[in-house]
C-alpha cells in the first residue's frame, strides 16, 4: 500500500473588523493556513508513533508526489475563503466552510520489480595530476619572453599543453645544457623522457587548464665560499596554475645547484592553450535502476472533515481524538497490507 495525504484548510467569509474585503481575505488566508497545520501536527503526530521508524511521515506542501511504501507524504495547504465548501455570500459565516478536510489516498496496486542496466557516463573531476614539462624555452635579460610545453596526466588520460611567456628576469638560458637532470632547452622538439611532478587541486576537468594563466619563476641566489673565489648558487623553478586551487599555485619543476654562480631569476607568465584534443572528462559507467510494473489494484480516497468555531484555528479534544482515531485505524492497516 502506498499512501500520500492532503490536508486543506479553510475559513468562511465573513471577518468583522476587517477594514476591507482584501485585508478580509488575507485574514482568512492565514486563519486556513493555522487550522490546516494544527490538524496536519495530529495526524503526523500519530501515524509516527504508530508506524515503525522506518517510514518517513513527510510534509511537503502543495506539491505533486511520488508515495512509496516507505514514505507518507503530506501535503499541507491553506485556501483560505477562496474555494468555499458551500457557495457563501461576502458576509456569510457557514460552519461547514470553516474546516479543515484531511483526504488519505491510498493505492493498493500489486508490482514486480527487476533490475535494468543501461550504459552511462560517469564524470570525473580529479584533484590530483601529473606534470611533465616537454620544453622551456626563455631567455630573460631585464626583458624575457619564452615558451613552455606540458603535459598534463589524471586517470591514465594525457593532453598537452602550451604558452607564450612575457616578463621580466637575469637569466639566459634556463639551468645548465650539459646537466641532464636539468629542464630540457632545446628547441628543437619535446622532451618525453623528463620526469613527472604531482600536484593537488579543486576537481577540475582538463578544460580547466585551457585558456589559464600560467606564471614560471625562478629565484636563485649566489654564496661565496671563505678564502676563495668561488661561489655557489641554488635556485628553484616553479610554475602557477592560476584559480585551480590545492598546491598547483606553487609546483616545483627544477632544482639547481653548481660553483661559480651569481644571483639570478626571472617571471614569466601568459595564457595556456591546449595542443590535442580534450581525452575526456568521463569513463564508461552503468546506471543501475529498478523497473516496476503495475498490476490492477485499488486506489481509494478516505476523508475526515473537522469544523472550528469562528476565528479559532485550535483543535478541540474531542476533535483531537476523532483525528487521532481514524490516522491510528490507517496505521493499523498499512502496517498489516505492507508487512512492518
Given amino acids: 500500500m502506498t499512501v500520500f495525504l492532503d490536508v486543506v484548510g479553510r475559513a468562511s467569509s465573513r471577518w468583522r473588523g476587517a477594514k476591507s474585503p482584501t485585508e478580509a481575505a488575507e485574514r482568512n488566508m492565514q486563519l486556513s493556513i493555522r487550522r490546516a497545520e494544527a490538524v496536519t501536527t495530529v495526524i503526523q503526530s500519530k501515524l509516527r508513533k504508530d508506524l515503525p521508524s522506518s517510514v518517513d511521515i513527510v510534509i511537503v506542501g502543495n506539491t505533486p508526489v511520488t508515495p512509496s511504501p516507505s514514505r507518507i507524504p503530506i501535503r499541507q495547504q491553506g485556501k483560505g475563503s477562496k474555494s468555499p465548501i458551500i457557495v457563501e455570500g461576502p458576509s ?3 460552519q461547514l466552510n470553516r474546516s479543515v478536510m484531511a483526504s488519505l489516498s491510498y493505492d493498493t496496486a500489486r508490482t514486480a520489480t527487476r533490475v535494468k542496466i543501461e550504459p552511462n557516463k560517469v564524470p570525473l573531476h580529479p584533484t590530483h595530476w601529473g606534470l611533465q614539462v616537454l620544453r622551456f624555452d626563455a631567455a630573460a635579460v631585464v626583458v624575457g619572453a619564452g615558451k613552455i610545453r606540458f603535459r598534463l596526466e ?10 607564450t611567456l612575457t616578463g621580466w628576469g637575469l637569466d639566459n638560458p634556463l639551468g645548465d645544457p650539459g646537466d641532464k637532470s636539468q629542464l630540457s632547452t ?3 622538439g619535446d622532451d618525453n623522457d623528463a620526469d613527472w611532478v604531482y600536484f593537488t587541486t579543486k576537481p577540475v576537468g582538463f578544460d580547466d587548464f585551457v585558456n589559464n594563466e600560467i606564471i614560471v619563476w625562478k629565484a636563485g641566489s649566489g654564496v661565496g665560499i671563505p ?4 661561489s655557489i648558487g641554488v635556485s628553484d623553478t616553479l610554475l602557477r ?3 585551480l586551487g590545492g598546491d598547483s599555485d606553487s609546483i616545483l619543476i627544477d632544482f639547481d645547484y653548481g660553483f661559480g654562480k651569481g644571483p639570478s631569476g626571472f617571471r614569466l607568465k601568459g595564457v595556456t592553450k591546449a595542443i590535442d584534443k580534450n581525452p575526456g572528462d568521463s569513463i564508461d559507467g552503468y546506471i543501475y535502476s529498478d523497473q516496476t510494473k503495475r498490476f490492477p489494484g485499488v486506489q481509494k480516497t478516505d476523508s475526515r472533515i473537522v ?19 481514524w490516522a491510528s485505524d490507517w496505521a493499523d492497516k498499512i502496517r498489516v497490507i505492507n508487512q512492518i
Fill in 186 to 188: 632545446d628547441s628543437g
Fill in 92 to 94: 456569510d459565516n457557514k
Fill in 154 to 163: 589524471s586517470f591514465g588520460r594525457t593532453r598537452r599543453y602550451e604558452a
Fill in 241 to 243: 596554475f592560476d584559480r
Fill in 307 to 325: 469544523t472550528f468555531a469562528t476565528g479559532e484555528w485550535k483543535l478541540t479534544e474531542d476533535r483531537r481524538l476523532y483525528l487521532e482515531k
Fill in 227 to 230: 678564502k676563495t673565489k668561488l
